[in-house]
């Protein structure tokens, strides 16, 4: 094989997995604009934790993005 010739190979579980995080990050978004209400067991989920994840998710899902296309 020749080492100098590099052949770009599709990423389909890449651009997955971007898409899933992609997908977390509007739901979590979309719970801290909507103020939607969480509640496991009784307990009530903070606001603020989402808009970590959601920003966690969407970095996530911006360097899958670029790491298929190279």
């Known amino acids: ?7 770009k190979m599709p990423r389909p579980f890449t651009i997955l997995a ?7 990050a509007l739901a979590q978004l979309a719970r801290v604009t909507l103020r939607l209400r969480v509640t496991l ?11 970590l ?8 899902s911006i360097m899958l993005f670029r ?3 190279k």
């Open 18 to 24: 971007a898409i899933v995080f992609a997908f977390m």
């Open 41 to 51: 067991q009784g307990d009530v989920i903070p606001i603020w934790p989402s808009a």
């Open 1 to 7: 094989m020749n080492d100098q010739v590099e052949k």
């Open 53 to 60: 994840i959601a920003v966690a998710a969407a970095i996530l």
């Open 67 to 69: 790491e298929s296309r």
